[in-house]
C-alpha cells in the first residue's frame, strides 16, 4: 500500500538537506513571494492595455516565471527559450548558444524578457537580439538577481527584483551543477563545495 498523505510531513516544516550546503540565506521563501507579488503588480499596471509576452530564459527562471505570471492581473502570454553559455576558461568571456527557440509569433506584442540572475549580461544581449528578429512592439527585461559588479553593462535592466554583490548563489530556480534548485530560499553557496 502506498504511504498515506497523513504520514507525509507538512513541506514548511521540512528542511531541504541542501539547506546546509548555504553559507548565508540571503532571500527566504517569504521574501522572495513578497518581492515577486510587488513586481507582478508593478508589471500589470505598466503593461496595462498591452499585449504583454512573458519570455523566460531557462531554466533557471522557471520558478520565478511561474510564481510572477500568478501575480499579474492582465492578459499575458508566456513561452521560453533555452541558452547556454560556457566559458572556456574562469575569467574568459562567456560563449552563448540558443538551444531553444520561440513558439509564438512576438509581431506587435510588448515582450517582457526575464532572467534568473543578470551577471555579466552576454545571456540576455544573445536573447534580445534574437527577440528583435521578431519584430516586436517593445523589449523590456526583468531579472530577479542583478549582480552590482562594477563593470560595464551590456544590457539595460528595466525591472530588478533584489540587488546582490559578488558572490555565486543558488535556490529558487538556481543551480550549481544542476543541483539547489529546488530550495525555497536564494543563499550563498559554500565555497567550500566548489573549491
Ligand atoms: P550572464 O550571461 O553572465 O549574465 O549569466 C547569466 C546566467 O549565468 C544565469 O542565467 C545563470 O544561469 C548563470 N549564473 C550567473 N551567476 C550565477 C550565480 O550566482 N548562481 C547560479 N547561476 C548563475
Ligand atoms: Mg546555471
Known amino acids: 500500500m502506498a504511504l498515506g498523505a497523513t ?4 513541506a514548511d516544516t521540512m528542511e531541504s538537506q541542501d539547506l546546509k550546503d ?5 532571500f527566504t521563501g517569504d521574501q522572495i513571494a513578497a518581492r515577486v507579488a510587488a513586481l507582478g503588480e508593478y508589471i500589470s499596471q505598466e503593461y496595462q492595455g498591452k499585449n504583454l509576452v512573458i519570455i523566460g530564459v531557462l531554466k533557471g527562471v522557471v520558478l520565478f516565471l511561474a510564481d510572477l505570471m500568478r501575480e499579474i492581473r492582465i492578459p499575458v502570454q508566456f513561452d521560453v527559450v533555452g541558452a547556454s553559455s560556457y566559458r572556456s576558461g574562469k575569467d574568459a568571456a562567456p560563449q552563448v548558444s540558443i538551444t531553444k527557440d520561440l513558439d509564438i509569433d ?6 517582457l524578457i526575464l532572467e534568473d ?3 555579466t549580461g552576454r545571456t540576455l544581449q544573445v536573447v534580445y537580439e534574437m527577440v528583435k528578429l521578431y519584430n516586436p512592439a517593445s523589449i523590456e527585461v526583468c531579472a ?3 549582480k552590482t559588479i562594477p563593470r560595464e553593462r551590456v544590457m539595460p535592466v528595466k525591472y530588478v527584483g533584489f540587488e546582490i554583490g559578488n558572490v555565486f548563489v543558488v535556490g529558487y530556480g538556481l543551480d550549481y551543477k544542476e543541483r539547489y534548485r529546488n530550495l525555497r530560499c536564494i543563499g550563498v553557496l559554500n565555497p567550500e563545495i566548489y573549491e
Open 106 to 111: 512576438l509581431h506587435g506584442k510588448d515582450v
Open 7 to 10: 504520514h507525509i510531513e507538512p
Open 144 to 146: 530577479l538577481l542583478y
Open 22 to 26: 548555504l553559507s548565508e540565506v540571503l
Open 117 to 119: 540572475i543578470y551577471d
